[in-house]
């Protein structure tokens, strides 16, 4: 048994050995991808400099997935079982910022930005799959590790076209994390998501001379509004209906307009509940054709599930977080995550530790410690296509260290912060605690068929349905 544990420990040592020697190079590729900084479907550079570097580490690359020309899966390792780590690197419009700078400065007007620091999160995977995939080579361990190139988190869905088309089917547990202001575990559940276009065509005419031959497909979207107004009162509590117009039919107010289209996003906390949900607000959208005359069409955009959280996998991750230790951040860290605390207000630095860093005082602008893991999941209203990977397979998430405490998520500030040291360091902490659990996991069967009897559990039964209907293809850019 001694024997083992020491064995297990010097493995340990040498992956994290394998990791720093490759931490300036990944470091490096982050850098790239901040600066190309390209949106959803559209990640060509990001992606193509992520598989020159895994090509280089000895990965087989599938590239192309679900048709997806950015998405791509590069395995190394042979036999045992098969543990994946998960990837994004799309950025967000407009949202250019001058590097380092604690000021909104945009570099290019009108530009994207990594304003959810999904730079670091694809390649601090990367890093942690590239590292247990060279340990268990030099070991000689069996196992299969992957790195999954997911592209367009930002609303895109890319994960579930790719859980829709097999790609998660065959794995034994996935890791992710995201950047954040804080370092300890990732537990918590989020709602399931339905976007979808209520189009609304109706009959134009002069709004003076002959408005009663006019069908107002404005007065449908206006009506359809309200209608979910009301509804509001009458649904879950933890639900969420937010609307937006996409076409208001024209500008010209002495003509009844004669088409006009809706963007709804309903969330709740399961995917059961959200198609339930979708149903009532379908029905208030056909109400609104039929008072007005007009007709509606309704479309689903994308969707995902809710995230379904493992304790078996984050008690691990977290195993491996209390061997790590807090975050070395430099006066120089300091210094700078200041100029970028002085930006935020007390409610966003409150609303930040709330959320994510579980009470802890935040007497300084770094975190320099962990957060405590009770082994509880929390909600978090918000949805991720990570959440269809988590119905597929064990999933374990951790929150990387990355941003002064109170950085908004799609904020110039999280842009600003990208590339500095201390976003790094964050990125280089969640690729160390990934790696480990990842290795321990390829390591014990037993633990992974833990895992697997608690996703079952929380599945309770129910089987995964794909969110987006079999008939919608990514929204690919033309
Ligand atoms: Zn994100």
Redesign the pocket.
């Known amino acids: 048994m001694t024997s083992e544990r020491s064995n297990r420990a010097a493995v340990s040592e040498h992956l994290l050995a394998e990791l720093e020697a490759r931490a300036g190079d990944f470091a490096s590729l982050a850098d790239r991808i901040w600066e190309y900084a390209e949106l959803g479907f559209s990640e060509k550079r990001s992606a193509a400099d992520q598989i020159a570097i895994l090509e280089r580490e000895g990965f087989r690359i599938r590239d192309n997935i679900a048709g997806m020309p950015t998405a791509f899966v590069a395995e190394a390792g042979e036999g045992g079982p098969v543990i994946g780590f998960l990837g ?1 690197f799309d950025a967000l419009a407009n949202l250019s910022q001058v590097p380092g700078l604690a000021e909104q400065k945009p570099l290019s007007a009108d530009q994207p930005g990594h304003g ?3 730079h670091l999160l694809g390649t601090g995977s990367a890093l942690a799959a590239a590292s247990v995939a060279a340990t268990l080579k030099q070991q000689g361990l069996p196992g299969r590790v992957r790195y999954y190139a997911c592209p367009a ?1 930002e609303g895109g869905s890319g994960k579930v076209f790719m859980a829709r088309a097999g790609a998660f089917d065959d794995l034994d547990a996935a890791f992710s994390w ?1 950047p954040s202001s804080f370092w300890g575990v990732y537990a918590s559940d989020t709602l399931a998501v339905i976007h979808a276009i209520f189009s609304f065509s109706g009959q134009s005419s002069h709004a003076a001379a002959s408005p009663h031959l006019g069908r107002s497909a404005l007065d449908a979207a206006e009506l359809m509004n309200v209608g979910v107004n009301f509804l509001r009162e009458h649904m879950l509590p933890e639900a969420r209906v937010h609307y937006a117009f996409r076409d208001a039919g024209g500008i010209a107010a002495n003509v009844v307009q004669a088409s006009s289209a809706l963007s709804y996003v309903i969330r709740a906390p399961n995917l059961s509940e959200v198609l339930s949900l979708f149903e009532r607000v379908k029905d208030v959208g056909r109400g609104a054709a039929l008072m007005t005359g007009t007709q509606v069409e309704i479309k689903v955009e994308s969707g995902v599930s809710n995230v379904l959280p493992n304790s078996v996998l984050e008690t691990l991750l977290d195993n491996q977080i209390q061997q790590i230790g807090g975050t070395p951040f430099t006066t120089q860290d300091f210094a700078i995550a200041d100029t970028f605390a002085a930006t935020f207000t007390t409610d966003q630095v409150r609303h930040s530790i709330r959320t994510f860093g579980g009470g802890i005082p935040a007497r300084r602008s770094l975190h320099e410690g962990i957060v405590p893991f009770d082994g509880k999941p929390t909600r978090m209203p918000v949805s991720t296509d990570v959440g269809d990977v988590s119905w597929l397979t064990p999933t374990g998430r951790v929150w990387g260290p990355c941003y002064a405490i109170g950085t908004s ?1 799609h904020s110039w500030q999280m842009v600003a912060q990208g590339k500095l040291a201390a976003a790094h360091k964050g990125m280089l902490q969640a690729a160390r605690a990934l790696a480990l659990a990842g290795l321990n996991a390829l390591g014990d069967p037993e633990l992974l068929g833990r895992a697997r009897l608690e996703l079952e559990e929380r599945r309770n039964g129910e089987p995964y349905v794909c969110p987006i209907p079999a008939e919608v293809s990514p929204a690919l850019p033309a």
């Open positions: 994004e959810c620091g999904h988190e995201h998520y």
